[in-house]
């Protein structure tokens, strides 16, 4: 079944959802968001709105210009504290894997500066046994 859709705007967000998807809207559901669409298309409005085609022989390009207030403050707020809390979780990765590191390093550090002690000393904790002998 084909969808009445008359807005370009709209058939380019419908065209780019999964087919089943598309193929469940009703006439009403599309009118609906093609209202919406154009709704939140209107609720930009630029002091400055330029939309220039240029045709040359071989192709066609576009230029848009847009000024106007920035009314996007919000939106870098919620970008900031996403960039923040990666950034803080990426932080406490790197400390924890620099503890395991720094915590391992001293393990074995402190294991072979007792065993060399121990050694230097004479004691024999297993009679007839070595080191070399535990290991593989």
């Known amino acids: 079944m084909p969808l009445p859709i008359t807005d370009p705007y709209t058939d380019s967000v419908i065209n780019h959802m999964p087919d089943e998807i598309r193929a469940s809207f009703s006439t009403q559901q599309i009118q609906a968001l093609q209202q ?20 040359l022989y071989w192709t ?21 504290h996403r960039r923040q809390s990666s950034s803080r979780t990426a932080q406490i990765g ?32 297993f009679p007839d046994k070595h080191l070399g002998d535990f290991l593989p």
Request: charged share 15%; hydrophobic share 55%.
């Open 36 to 55: 919406a669409l154009s709704k939140s298309h209107q609720q930009s409005r630029h002091l400055l709105d330029v939309r220039m085609l240029i045709p």
């Open 60 to 80: 066609r390009f576009y230029l848009v210009i847009f000024m106007g207030r920035d009314r996007r403050s919000h939106v870098q707020d919620i970008l900031i």
């Open 94 to 125: 790197f400390i924890a894997l620099a503890a395991w590191f720094l915590i391992t390093g001293l393990a074995v550090s402190g294991f072979i500066t007792f065993y060399l002690i121990k050694s230097a000393l004479g004691i024999d904790i």
